[in-house]
């Protein structure tokens, strides 16, 4: 069923409590079982909560995408998260929406799909299932990613700089960071030392942290009391970590696929770190939001 963009449905659990926009299939809410709010509020500084990233993650040089040479304007992070998703299925435990491809979106990416999103609640977690299958008769280069935004501090009452992100393994491989919303050619030294990155408002003033390999599959975003978080990821091959300078958000980002090297001006089909799907073919991955109530 088609939906008005500003539709939303909220679900939970008795320890859960989230709402998800019809646009952009985006979740724009989620507490634990106290009431206590995750989620950034989508605010000034930043108007989103968690956009979805399809079909591309970061940006594209020039902005364009180019197929058996023809080129198409495809603006950073692709368009899904703009778009209105269509209800598969709704209940008080969750709901699925989808995306297909349509004139508009063939205007900007010649390919055929069907994206669809899957919210579930369960206890004190969200499951979200992100599914993209290739309903063409071509490959189908593509990327897909989470981009959810949470309150930094969780707790109002600490300062910034009391938080740290706890991996789950060993991160000792350098970083990788954009320019421009491109992949820069440098690499950074890891900030995470044993498994710890510790937070502070200044960590991005250089734009975004990319781990291009994480060997984690979950980090948790605590301080020593209060509320904390954990974020879990299947199928997802890269990690995102961003803040927008002076707001109060931290956003962690599991994705397949990351932004365009800078000096990349090639076929899309050949983007490094693209999934490439054939026909009838899909691809899954997921993310799962853990809440730890004080």
Known sequence: MNADADEKHDFGTPGLAASVYAKGAELCALADHTGHPYLWPAG?????????????????????LRHNGTSYP????????????????????????????SETTRARYPFAFRFE???AARDASLVVTYTVQNTGTETLPVSMGAHPAFRWPLDPRLPKE??????????????????????????RPSPIHDRVLKLHPDLFDNDALIL???????????????????V???????????????????????WRGMASPAMFDGDFASKPWLMLIPP????????TLTLHAP
Not at 44 to 64: E, S
Request: net charge negative.
């Open 74 to 101: 495809l603006t950073q992070h692709g368009f899904a998260r703009d778009l209105p998703f269509s209800w598969v299925a709704r209940s008080a435990a969750g709901c699925t929406l989808a995306l297909t491809d």
């Open 212 to 230: 291009p390999a994480p060997a984690s599959r979950s980090v948790r975003f605590a301080a020593e009391s209060g509320p904390a978080l954990t």
């Open 162 to 187: 009391a938080y740290s992100l706890v991996f789950a393994a060993d991160e000792d491989a350098p970083l990788r960071g954009v320019s421009g919303g491109l992949l820069t050619e440098a690499d």
């Open 117 to 119: 999103i899957d919210f």
């Open 280 to 287: 009838g073919g899909t691809q899954r991955a997921a993310m």
């Open 232 to 254: 879990a990821w299947e199928g997802f091959t890269q990690l995102g970590l961003w803040s927008k300078p002076g707001a109060d958000f931290l956003c962690i980002e599991p």
């Open 44 to 64: 000034p500084a930043w108007p989103r909560h968690a956009p979805t990233l399809f079909p591309i993650v970061g940006r594209l040089r020039n902005d364009t």
